[in-house]
């Protein structure tokens, strides 16, 4: 006799998801592209969500988003690089609530070699990337331990582990968040912080369309095949992949995972050439 595959019950499968009911989560550069599609699924996942980015107005209307479909969120204006203002943010989540998830999301690109990598270029890359990734963690770390634990979520890059034709900047930034990923997962796994990150290839977001408009006019979509056609599953990644991922390492079941670089890169660091 044929067995057949019977689906779950929705209520059955979503008693088996992984889910985030009572906890607090703060994302940063929440307001788009993959930020968005975390915030989004953390909400959908019992989480309320804190959105903090550089552009408050976006921020405010993913969050209003959020609260139409029957979620919690609120937005912030913050400016990770600024140590007054990350930390002023923070102060008053804490007042209200704890915190239990951090997500240093917010980040910028940059095209260009060694040599064609201007210092101002370079600082900025550092400022971003790396400086407010330190900020936000720090200004977490200690209500953390405070309140018995938490999980921090950075993401980083392939560009961090993988040679990168003209990534220079932008591959020394996403090294250094692996780096500090592993110590901060080694220095507080006794304070039950679990920390580690994510690394996506080339995922479609806003950045890259505009990078296409920008540096090929009239020609975006010939681009966009031959960027997607370079990672070997075929195309880029989707921001809501790299959403469910987050899900599960700052849900419950990834309670035994800390100190570790996920690769999502449809295959590029293994199964090139």
Not at 107 to 133: P, Q
Not at 173 to 197: E, P, W
Request: hydrophobic share 40%; glycine share 10%.
């Amino acid at each position: 006799m044929e067995e057949r595959c019977v689906p779950l019950s929705t209520q059955t499968r979503t008693a088996e998801s992984f889910r985030l009911d009572g906890k607090v989560a703060v994302v940063t550069g929440g307001a788009s592209g993959i930020g968005r599609a975390i915030v989004q699924k953390f909400a959908r996942s019992g989480a309320c969500v804190r959105i903090l980015d550089i552009d408050l107005k976006q921020a405010e209307a993913v969050a209003l988003d959020v609260v139409n479909a029957g979620g919690n969120a609120s937005a912030f204006q913050c400016d990770v690089t600024s140590r007054e203002n990350v930390k002023a943010i923070f102060d008053q989540l804490f007042r209200k609530e704890s915190v239990h998830i951090l997500v240093n999301n917010a980040g910028i690109s940059h095209v260009g070699s060694l040599e064609t990598t201007m210092e101002r270029d370079f600082d900025k890359l550092f400022e971003v990337n790396v400086k407010g990734f330190f900020n936000c963690m720090q200004a977490t770390i200690g209500h953390m331990k405070e309140n018995g634990g938490g999980v921090i979520l950075n993401m980083a890059s392939i560009a961090g582990s993988s040679a990168l034709a003209d990534r220079f900047a932008y591959s020394m930034s996403k090294g250094a968040v692996i780096a500090m990923t592993f110590s901060v997962a080694k220095d507080y796994l006794q304070h039950k912080i679990r920390c580690n990150c994510i690394s996506p290839a080339r995922v479609h977001t806003p950045f890259v369309d505009g990078y296409l408009e920008r540096n090929y006019p009239g020609k975006e979509k010939e681009m966009f095949a031959k960027l997607s056609a370079a990672q070997p599953i075929g195309r880029m990644g989707e921001p809501h992949e790299v959403a469910a991922l987050a899900l599960f390492l700052c849900s419950e079941e990834a309670a035994f995972i800390t100190g570790v670089d996920y690769p999502m890169d449809g295959g590029w660091l293994n199964l090139r050439g």
